[in-house]
């Protein structure tokens, strides 16, 4: 047996207690220890009674709060890098983005394509593959693919020059995406004609089907969660606006016309920028258990102002926003997911343990992968976040290691 390989095993056994912490478990921030072993979140109480053991290792989180680490289910870029842009060196432009997310605390990512010509998703997709996190960044969940089958009068930053229709249903998505084996998320517009089948057959392989940059009434929405969509892409951006005859996409957050197990989600941009606080306040009283705080960010979010690029068209930093360059149109969040969660808890007057849960739980749960991220129950994955009273990020653990620490922060405590 190799050295490495005898310390693989010592590191699945090592028995690690985070003592001196409040941690967020079942919706309420408890005074508890977190027990990690092999990556995991262990019940204490087997290792008492069953194997009569003590930790290896205590470290004193010094009063924080832990929770689980966050996940941004849609972040176009970052630190230079635009995920749909750089496509020769989207290997390396992921990585560095994975590694920078680590400092906001975000443990799980969806790289995020925005409307781009077939050619380019035929060279990205199968380059960014779902990856466990670790050192070098945050786990890539999967990639969302946002359009190019959306309604060219809702394009916002898209290139309307590549947007598609539906013309030989899922033929043509195959044509276009090439290779979806590394697609987590799909946004489109539902009101496309054959938009049903194909929402039907994407749900039934997988992928989260997500409604957005869409001229949709009610009705259409209505329909393409019954077909298996469950997402909103950031809500209020980029869709008809609340109109109380009709609704639109809006409306599903309250609507009683779709199956009653069918929950669904929406992203939400709360970077103080994207989305009014009045509005943050009346999506999260009118559906609290839907809510995913997505940071929408672009390859500018870390950069100075100026001009940058995202996906095929060139954005201009101006005051702290974003805009496709020579216009006043938004084009995407610069703001980090921990400052979206400080912004939207100030807006919203919600719990800590909401605004928190927004980022990580929420998200888990729409994709489906709730019994291991975005929980700190036992079984799930050791990726969390340690974090003062302001919800200032302190340190980053994934897999029960820590891949971040902010300066000033005594590593002998973390």
């Given at each position: 047996m190799s050295s490495s390989t005898v310390a693989l095993a010592d590191a699945d056994k090592k028995l690690t207690q985070f003592r001196n912490c409040r941690v967020l478990r079942n919706h309420r921030l408890v005074e508890d220890d977190v027990w990690v072993r092999g990556g995991k979140i262990i019940d204490p109480e087997k290792v008492f009674f069953d194997e009569k053991r003590q930790a290896d290792v205590q470290i004193d989180c010094g009063g924080s709060i832990v929770a689980p680490g966050f996940i941004d289910l849609q972040i176009n870029g970052g630190y230079g890098v635009d995920f749909s842009f750089d496509v020769e060196t989207v290997q390396e432009g992921v990585l560095k983005v994975a590694k920078g997310l680590l400092a906001h605390g975000v443990t799980s990512f969806c790289p995020t394509l925005v409307t781009s010509p077939p050619e380019t998703y035929h060279a990205v997709l199968p380059r960014i593959p779902r990856t466990a996190g670790g050192q070098h960044g945050a786990t890539v969940l999967g990639c969302h693919v946002e359009g190019p089958f959306i309604n060219t009068d809702k394009k916002g930053a898209h290139p309307p020059e590549c947007i598609k229709e539906f013309e030989q249903g899922m033929a043509t998505v195959r044509e276009v995406y090439g290779s979806m084996d590394n697609v987590?998320?799909?946004?489109?517009?539902?009101?496309?004609?054959?938009?049903?089948?194909?929402?039907?057959?994407?749900?039934?392989?997988?992928?989260?089907?997500?409604?957005?940059?869409?001229?949709?009434?009610?009705?259409?929405?209505?329909?393409?969660?019954?077909?298996?969509?469950?997402?909103?892409?950031?809500?209020?951006?980029?869709?008809?606006?609340?109109?109380?005859?009709?609704?639109?996409?809006?409306?599903?957050?309250?609507?009683?016309?779709?199956?009653?197990?069918?929950?669904?989600?929406?992203?939400?941009?709360?970077?103080?920028?994207?989305?009014?606080?009045?509005?943050?306040?009346?999506?999260?009283?009118?559906?609290?258990?839907?809510?995913?705080?997505?940071?929408?960010?672009?390859?500018?979010?870390?950069?100075?102002?100026?001009?940058?690029?995202?996906?095929?068209?060139?954005?201009?930093?101006?005051?702290?926003?974003?805009?496709?360059?020579?216009?006043?149109?938004?084009?995407?969040?610069?703001?980090?997911?921990?400052?979206?969660?400080?912004?939207?808890?100030?807006?919203?007057?919600?719990?800590?343990?909401?605004?928190?849960?927004?980022?990580?739980?929420?998200?888990?749960?729409?994709?489906?992968?709730?019994?291991?991220?975005?929980?700190?129950d036992y079984g799930a994955d050791a990726d969390f976040v340690l974090l003062n009273d302001e919800l200032s990020v302190q340190s980053t653990w994934i897999a029960g290691e820590c891949v971040y620490r902010a300066n000033g922060v005594d590593s002998n405590a973390l």
């Open positions: 987590q998320i799909i946004t489109l517009a539902p009101e496309k004609a054959g938009a049903a089948e194909v929402i039907q057959e994407l749900s039934n392989n997988g992928i989260t089907v997500s409604v957005g940059h869409s001229m949709a009434n009610l009705s259409d929405g209505e329909n393409a969660v019954h077909h298996g969509a469950r997402l909103i892409t950031h809500l209020f951006n980029a869709m008809l606006p609340f109109h109380h005859r009709d609704p639109g996409l809006v409306g599903l957050l309250t609507t009683d016309n779709i199956p009653r197990d069918a929950l669904v989600y929406f992203g939400i941009i709360s970077d103080g920028v994207h989305t009014h606080p009045a509005a943050l306040r009346i999506a999260y009283k009118t559906h609290p258990s839907g809510l995913i705080l997505v940071t929408d960010a672009i390859s500018a979010m870390g950069l100075a102002e100026g001009r940058h690029r995202i996906g095929q068209m060139e954005i201009e930093i101006r005051s702290g926003r974003a805009y496709v360059a020579g216009t006043n149109t938004l084009c995407g969040s610069i703001a980090p997911m921990d400052e979206c969660i400080r912004f939207f808890k100030k807006a919203s007057n919600c719990s800590i343990e909401y605004a928190l849960e927004a980022a990580s739980l929420h998200p888990a749960r729409c994709i489906g992968i709730e019994k291991r991220k975005g929980t700190l």
